[in-house]
């Protein structure tokens, strides 16, 4: 409860709402999981657990004129961005209700109120819509900045380092956060990447650079407002490489077998949703208080749940609709 | 009525689209300060500057992403490629971002986006830069694919482009980039999906888009002096396609010679052939017929590559046959 709190500490009631927001992705992840295990979602299911942090904190640092693209593993920073849990839910489920009207599914949230600008599935390939979109805001004079996630397995691929040296040489307001979670798929970065730190590729670019834990969330905010500040000032892009772990496979269907326990255990003593906690109880929160918002949310989630549920399929008259858009 | 090439008639459709509407811009490869590869945005740069006729790095798949980024919240860009062949780099923008924007994000996104560029074979440009790729995009749902023949169409065409909202492929020929035609002084558009009866005729129907229609239009002047009526179909857009106009003209010549510049193997030539069978089967007195790209890539051999190409000859032999 929010009355609980002494009222002055405005700091402690940032980091519940972060936890809140935090909670709520993985309950949410948690239900998605288990629908799709009965099969009422279907496709491919990447989930965000263990990286929540990176996500909550990036969002946190901006403004709603602000920009977002996102991966294939976007159910995060889409909740992360307040977009509609029921409208998530269902567009997992593939119901009309779905934020992408059941056209997207898992890997292709997009809300166009919220900026929130899709995630995509193509990996890496979003980097330069990024750029794009970052060009526009400097086009338009509009003082937006966007906000690009993706893995360090896209750091490999071309349209990254399209993306950043366009960015970099025409100075746009564009952010690029490596979610470093150290595998994509089944490779580890040391098979996969020449150099292991990946935001030493800034140093090619003449971009600046930062490289951050990604465990707690209010590290990740502060960071990433400093390069959300620099963008706005005219200063063009950063780079900024957010280590972090996902505790379960690739998507649903690996058992990611190529990662021992110990290493599994290891990260899960960093979980950032654990570390919040911790740091709201010792400043005092009462872990009743938690606990409470806790249910709230299981509450909220199962909802979405039911709304998934029992919302209809699309019209099948939607087929052929937005292949092309409207006339102008 | 005035006389341009189609290059210049190509740049007057820019150059006027973009004095009424800031939200667009030119981006690609020297479309700038060295005036376009083929000079087709010459004198651009000069009355739009550097904000809104943009050079880029050699780099594709990037700024063809840059884009579609910046159409996903408004802008309306024309992305140059310097020729389709190296489209190819940016396919996976094209096809995986542009073409699926708007449906997968259910509406959300539309993307008032061009792209265009020199396309065609010949000239002996060897293996890599003398390809037709005009089938490869106009099997993507979500796409509009254009291919002009004439400056007049090439003005009108990209006016359109321009101004739809959805992702255009703009192919020109940078075989008939220097031909001259008739565009009228004052400003029109031509409507996307029209095909144009260029030839009318009684005896067969050559359907045929881009440079291609020169062989049609030189077979069929060839053809009349022995009193062999062609009619000739300009597709001038494969997507969306003009169906109704092409059964009509089968339906009243009941022969029919597609010609193409690119390959036979699933050209859009075989889609043709296959909406004729299908829609006006009892109405041909012969099989259609092709006449594509030998199905081979490009030998840069002189010989070999005049082997390779359609032209008029083989043309004409086909109709022939098919007369016979
Ligand atoms: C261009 C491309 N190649 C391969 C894939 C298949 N694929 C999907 S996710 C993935 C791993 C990407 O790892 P990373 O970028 O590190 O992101 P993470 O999954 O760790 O968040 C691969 C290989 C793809 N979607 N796109």
Redesign the pocket.
Known sequence: MVSSIPKDQKSILELREFYRQMVLIRKFEEAAAKAYSVGKIGG?L?L?IG?EAVGVGSIAALTPLDYIVS???DHGHAIARGLPINALMAELFGKGTGISKGNGGSMHFFDKNAHFMGGH?????HISLAAGIAFASKYKKENSVTIC?????????G?FHEGLNLAAIWKLPVVFI????????G?P?YR?LAVKDVSIRAVAYDIARDHIEGDEVRKVRDHVKVAVERARRGEGPTLIEVSTY?FRG??MSDPAKYRTKEELESYKQKDPLHRARTELIQAGVPEKDLDQLDQEILTQVDDSYRFAEESPEPPLSQLYQHVYAEDK | MAILTYREALNRAMVEEMEKDPSIYLMGEEVGHYQGAYKVSQGMLERFGEARVIDTPISENGFAGVGVGSAMVGLRPIIEFMTWNFSLVAI?QIINSAAKMNYMSGGQFPMPIVFRGAGGVGGRLGAQHSQAFESWYAHVPGLKVIAPATPKDAYGLLKSSIRDNNPTIFIESEVLYGVKGEVPEEEFSIPLGKAEVKRKGTDLTIVTWSRAFLFAEEAAKELEKEGISIEILDLRSLRPLDETAILESVKKTNKVLIIEEGWPVAGFGAQIAYLIQKNAFDYLDHPVERVTQRDVPMSYAANLERETLPNVERVIQSIREILK
């Open positions: 491919f990447h965000y990286q991966t294939y593993r599935g193509i990996v890496g390939g996630f993706f893995g360090e397995g896209a750091a490999n691929i349209s490596c979610e470093n979670n150290h595998y994509a798929m490779t970065e996969a996902r690739h998507s | 996976d």
